[in-house]
């Protein structure tokens, strides 16, 4: 049940994204280069898959907003509903990056995302919808392609 090519990313399915020591993340969902995720059960002795998700094109890039899960892949990024296991269905996807998208992070309830297009793209979720996400704001600057390893917020705006 192991992908069958490189992972590309990995994040950790609890509440809390870390290990407290009190209270232990259950799921791991990993990104393949297999156009995969994959969920396992960490409380399994042998890390049991308990899931996959099929993609279109290669997984780069996972955040996590309650039950949401967006997946980047090409230049758009997948939304699933992972409330339970047994019935994660794709939910919507996020379209307007005009390159592979590589990095997606979660700030403050809103997603922000980056790829090789030079733009930099703010979703927020739409009024009135559970997992309905639309395109908050876009940034574009950049005149050669980039590569975003990784977002971070210092917290004061």
């Not at 995302?113 to 009024?127: F, H, N, P, V, Y």
Request: with cysteine; glycine share 14%.
């Amino acid at each position: 049940q192991a992908h069958s090519q490189r992972v590309s990313c990995l994040l950790l399915g609890s509440k809390r994204p870390y290990f407290d020591g009190t209270q232990r993340a259950r799921k791991l969902f990993s990104g393949s280069f297999d156009n995969t995720v994959r969920v396992w059960d960490l409380w399994k002795s042998n890390g049991h898959c308990i899931g996959v998700l099929k993609h279109t094109e290669d997984v780069r890039d996972l955040a996590r907003y309650g039950s949401m899960l967006f997946a980047a892949q090409g230049s758009r990024i997948a939304l699933w509903d992972i409330a339970k296991v047994g019935s994660m269905r794709r939910c919507g996807e996020l379209r307007g990056h005009s390159g592979i998208v590589d990095t997606i992070v979660l700030i403050g309830g809103r997603v922000m995302s980056a790829g090789q297009g030079g733009d930099i793209r703010l979703w927020g979720k739409a009024e009135g919808t559970p997992d309905q996400w639309r395109e908050m704001d876009c940034w574009k600057g950049h005149t050669e392609q980039f590569r975003v390893r990784c977002i971070a917020s210092d917290g004061d705006g």
